[in-house]
């Protein structure tokens, strides 16, 4: 599925994040930026040590926030790790921080001169962020910030891994953009 938003093509794949030729991936980084599971570790694993060489030297970062560092072994030369938060049922703040990290890893994008790069869904593994909320937060806050930074993005692409995962971000992605 794609739609263009702010001269950019929003792009809603089913696949590995780590495979993804863009500029950048998304990391759903912990706040220690340790590595650890999911799409964490996968990307870890697949990119090889020189990501946590980076991660160690920049030592954390906070929730709702995102670092930079090298893409290592993958596809992308560069990997953004962006900090979520853990689900609490909604009442600690918990969309703002996850809008958060999605306009921080754009923004980070920006200030590196990227123009493509690809998100998972962010906290919705371990962190037990529920899907259909959390893909609202994230195509609603990627779609406002295309809107007020027209042409930064030539590709914005969701990798889902599962079908399921897939067809709630379709659903969310046809309610952002039918105005």
């Not at 929003?10 to 998304?26: C, H, N, S, Y």
């Not at 995102?66 to 290592?72: E, L, P, Q, S």
């Not at 969309?95 to 958060?100: I, P, V, Y």
């Amino acid at each position: 599925m794609r739609k263009d938003i702010g001269g950019a093509a929003v792009e809603l794949v089913r696949g590995d994040i780590t495979r993804q030729e863009v500029d950048a991936i998304v990391n759903a980084a912990n706040s220690g930026l340790r590595g650890g599971g999911g799409v964490d570790g996968a990307i870890h694993r697949a990119g090889g040590p020189a990501i946590m060489e980076e991660c160690r030297r920049i030592g954390g970062c906070p929730t709702g926030s995102a670092v930079i560092t090298t893409g290592g072994n993958l596809p992308a030369r560069r990997v953004i790790h962006a900090v979520g938060p853990r689900w609490s049922g909604g009442s600690r703040g918990e969309a703002e921080l996850l809008s958060g990290a999605y306009r921080s890893s754009l923004q980070v994008a920006v200030d590196n001169g990227l123009r493509s790069v690809a998100f998972p869904s962010i906290s919705t593994g371990v962190y037990s962020y529920p899907i259909e909320e959390a893909a609202g937060v994230a195509l609603s806050t990627v779609a406002e910030f295309l809107g007020q930074n027209p042409g930064c993005f030539e590709v914005v692409r969701f990798v889902l891994f599962t079908a399921a995962d897939y067809d709630v971000y379709a659903a969310a992605l046809e309610r952002v953009t039918a105005h």
